[in-house]
């Protein structure tokens, strides 16, 4: 078992343009949250998939997407990107949405220039 | 509204001797309280949580609800320590987490 995967790796794109980020959970495991890591901070929470629903939401503004497939895949979308919005951006998968282990991807270092 | 504080953001100890990180959090809730640790490029990664009452890697945490803290501590810290600790509370709402700032140990040899 891989674990969960994140794609790409590293990222960097125009302020104004569109990005989108994927990640693969864990095996068995059905629900997805993300979440942005700036430089010299904790984790935040973006929002988190169950069932291809967005079930619980940061606070982020709606610029910040997502989607998840039946598969359990899920895609983070970020529209109109600001140079504030590069991060490290981290997914993490669990079993079922309530409180329990989460395993963690490696992230996608994305940068806005 | 949840809050995760770990006031120390570097903290350096000498191999063998006991390490303290503090994490204090706020939330009217029932929270959940858990640490995650980063070692040098790897992925974050439970240590403990505090419902289970495990010891992990010599680490163990009590949660304090008089004081809203949940402090991480091992007596004999060692080289293998040195990482990056976040402290993590969950909701009784969903399994997000809310992370601290995160503390960077140093153990020094």
């Known amino acids: 078992d891989a674990g969960v995967t994140q794609s790409p790796t590293h990222l960097i794109k125009t302020r104004g343009q569109q990005v989108t980020l994927r990640c693969s959970p864990k095996s068995g495991h059905d629900t997805v949250s993300w979440y942005q890591q700036a430089l010299g901070q904790g984790p935040q929470f973006i929002f988190q998939y169950y069932e291809e629903e967005e079930r619980q939401r940061g606070n982020f503004p709606d610029r910040f997407s997502g989607h998840q497939f039946p598969n359990y895949s899920s895609e983070l979308n970020v529209n109109a990107l600001l140079l504030g919005d590069s991060a490290l951006y981290l997914c993490?998968?669990?079993?079922?949405?309530?409180?329990?282990?989460?395993?963690f991807g490696q992230g996608t270092r994305l940068t806005v220039v | 509204a949840q809050r995760v504080t770990q006031p120390e953001k570097l903290l350096s100890v000498f191999k063998g001797a006991p390490v303290e990180l503090k994490c204090n959090y706020s939330?009217?809730?029932?929270?959940?309280l858990f640490w995650y640790v980063q070692y040098s490029r790897q992925r974050l990664q439970l240590l403990l949580r505090?419902?289970s009452r495990e010891s992990i890697k010599g680490f163990t945490a009590d949660l304090n609800k008089g004081e809203t803290s949940f402090h991480l501590k091992k007596p004999f810290a060692q080289e293998e320590d040195s990482a990056m600790y976040y402290c993590?509370?969950?909701?009784?709402?969903?399994?997000?987490?809310?992370f601290g700032t995160g503390t960077s140990l140093t153990v020094i040899p």
């Open positions: 993590a509370l969950s909701t009784d709402t969903g399994n997000q987490f809310y």
């Open positions: 939330y009217s809730g029932s929270p959940e």
């Open positions: 505090h419902i």
């Open positions: 993490a998968s669990s079993l079922a949405w309530v409180t329990t282990e989460a395993f």
